[in-house]
């Protein structure tokens, strides 16, 4: 079962001073560390239902109200959007299937086939057995930070939205630049936030940008993500 992280109080955002993009040696004391020794944060958005932003739960973040982007590690908040990133890594799409949240829920098969009889609805409508994800390793560009990103349930249909415009721009995948901000929908099961995906006005990143990102690009294509729990929408 993935540990859930203690998070931190909301730090303001403020624009920083360009981090390095690629580390030459590891610092001092930390070279056991690998990345399969750290989770990297994600971008995370609250939903009425996250244990985020009840003011009850242990987890709750000062200043992350429905509808906002955080980062799960940090606690940081971005609010509502528009965010700008670029993307560093687009995952293939893959299926993990969880435990029932009645039975402790938890990951029983991070690896589940998407031609899996698991992966298709049943004759009751029921929903597949396992979840599909679409997981992205972004450049914030406001912050100048690494963040993961994974899309799955109601969002698979805004991942599409991002992927047409990956294609459609014909670049390398981190050459373009997007925004993303939160917008309410409304479904069968009642009003959660959802994903709304656009290119940015911006263009394309610069010559310099590219060289860099195409280094990270290739240092991180193969290393999958962490599987992660998402909050059912």
């Not at 560093?88 to 435990?99: T, Y």
Request: no cysteine; aromatic share 8%; hydrophobic share 35%.
């Amino acid at each position: 079962m993935t540990k859930r992280i203690r998070r931190t109080p909301k730090t303001a955002i403020t624009t920083t001073q360009p981090a390095p993009l690629v580390t030459p040696a590891a610092p001092l004391g930390t070279e056991h560390i690998t990345s399969d020794d750290v989770m990297m944060p994600r971008l995370g958005l609250a939903q009425a239902i996250s244990s985020e932003v009840n003011k009850q739960d242990a987890d709750f973040i000062e200043g992350l109200g429905v509808g906002d982007f955080w980062n799960t590690a940090s606690g940081k908040v971005y609010g509502p959007g528009p965010l700008t990133f670029s993307i560093l890594v687009a995952h293939p799409p893959r299926a993990i299937e969880f435990a029932p949240l009645s039975d402790g829920g938890g990951v029983v098969d991070p690896n589940v086939p998407l031609t899996d009889p698991r992966m298709a609805f049943g004759e009751d409508g029921s929903p597949p057995q396992a979840t599909k994800f679409y997981d992205y390793v972004l450049w914030l560009h406001e912050t100048d930070e690494m963040i993961a990103m994974s899309l799955a349930r109601s969002a698979i249909k805004a991942a599409k939205s991002l992927n047409g415009l990956i294609r459609m721009r014909g670049v390398s995948v981190f050459v373009g630049r997007y925004t993303v901000n939160s917008v309410q929908k409304t479904s069968s099961q009642g009003t959660y936030q959802s994903w709304r995906f656009r290119n940015s006005p911006l263009g394309n990143i610069t010559k310099e940008q590219a060289h860099d990102f195409a280094k990270l690009h290739s240092g991180l294509k193969l290393t999958l993500p962490t599987p992660v729990v998402v909050d059912p929408e």
